[in-house]
């Protein structure tokens, strides 16, 4: 089925490991980014593309690296977990930046302990 | 202030009432998104809106440009319409901005 895959959906890090949460669509669409959704507070954007190879910082970037070699993928990269980047994250995209709906990966839920 | 937003916070209604969730923004946007969170976690897109009116099964979506608001009404509520709505905008530089959504709680 056509959509946004995440992964993984869980995940438990140690402070100061690194990982990646994968994020790869079939929609051919341009714009993509990702999200944290904390308890009580709407979602944030942390970093977005509107095509391979462009990215950009969104709101709460600290701590996180994304790139787009392709349409299809935009990984998330954790540099060095700590606790306050506990949350989850969502991965979605649209055809292009602000226009038409947002199709919204199934979330991954991170615990860094 | 928050640019976005919603009320009420919480809703709890009996199976079969009409609901009504309001948006409020104080930017300028070029569209206005409905999203449903299920709770399960995913989050899907309900409506996209610039003007006028949506309607999708039981689900309505209005928007008024000139009063920056917008209302999201289901008709005939069902149990498995229990969720979190969530009202975003897309401000005039192609950013979202997001409500802290409307927990919704409908009993049989």
């Known amino acids: 089925n056509a959509g946004v895959t995440q992964t993984p959906k869980f995940q438990v890090l140690k402070t100061g490991q690194s990982m990646t949460l994968q994020c790869a669509q079939d929609?051919?669409?341009?714009?993509m980014s990702w999200y944290r959704q904390d308890p009580g507070m709407g979602l944030r954007l942390i970093h977005y593309?509107?095509?391979?190879?462009?990215?950009d910082q969104g709101e709460v970037p600290n701590g996180y690296n994304v790139s787009r070699s392709t349409t299809e993928d935009f990984p998330l990269r954790l540099l060095s977990a700590a606790p306050s980047q506990t949350s989850v994250y969502f991965c979605?995209?649209?055809?292009?930046?602000?226009?038409?709906?947002?199709?919204f990966g199934s979330g991954t839920r991170l615990t860094v302990v | 202030k928050n640019e976005v937003e919603q009320s009420p916070q919480n809703l709890t209604a009996q199976e079969g009432e009409f609901i009504t969730i309001n948006c409020s923004y104080s930017v300028g946007i070029s569209a206005l998104h409905w999203l449903q969170q299920h709770p399960g976690g995913g989050i899907v897109s309900l409506f996209m809106l610039s003007s006028g009116k949506k309607k999708h099964g039981r689900l309505i979506a209005t928007i008024n440009i000139q009063e920056k608001h917008s209302s999201l009404h289901i008709t005939a509520s069902h149990p498995r319409d229990s969720a979190v709505y969530i009202c975003a905008v897309t401000d005039s530089n192609y950013q979202l901005i997001w409500g802290a959504g409307t927990k919704l709680i409908i009993k049989p």
């Open positions: 979605a995209s649209s055809y292009g930046r602000g226009m038409g709906g947002y199709t």
């Open positions: 929609m051919n669409h341009e714009y």
């Open positions: 593309s509107v095509g391979a190879g462009i990215t």
